[in-house]
């Protein structure tokens, strides 16, 4: 018997170790594929509780006007770059300068509980 376990002990690490050789290694997943360009400016209009358009495609140093068409005041922050607001009062427009890396980011209103009401977006700064 003892023959047979140590035996089987053999075939088990064998078939192991076959599998560790042969599987293959894990991959990192591949980057984003940038757009080359984008838009110089763009217009988003904020309403209660949505950005429109919510997915943008932007050259870096692109003027973002925020035109808040709804009854209280909205904004648009940029998630992860500290600094970048653009705000109005209900009626109001406001610009703002696009200074940030080519990348994708998420964008959304920062006043308390609009986020989370739907006003969230995307946007894209192109390479070019």
Do not use: W
């Amino acid at each position: 018997m003892a023959g047979f376990t140590g035996g089987l002990f053999v075939i088990v690490a064998l078939a192991l170790a076959a599998m560790i050789v042969t599987a293959e290694s894990p991959q990192a997943a591949p980057e984003p594929t940038l757009p080359a360009n984008g838009l110089d400016e763009i217009t988003v209009i904020g309403t209660e509780f949505a950005f429109n358009p919510d997915s943008m495609v932007l050259n870096q140093g692109a003027t973002i006007t925020f035109d808040n068409q709804g009854v209280v005041i909205h904004n648009i922050e940029i998630e992860g770059v500290p600094g970048f607001k653009v705000e109005a009062e209900a009626g109001m427009a406001a610009s703002g300068t696009l200074a940030v890396a080519p990348g994708e980011y998420l964008t959304f209103c920062s006043i308390p509980g609009h986020r989370e009401a739907g006003m969230e977006g995307t946007l894209t700064v192109a390479t070019g």
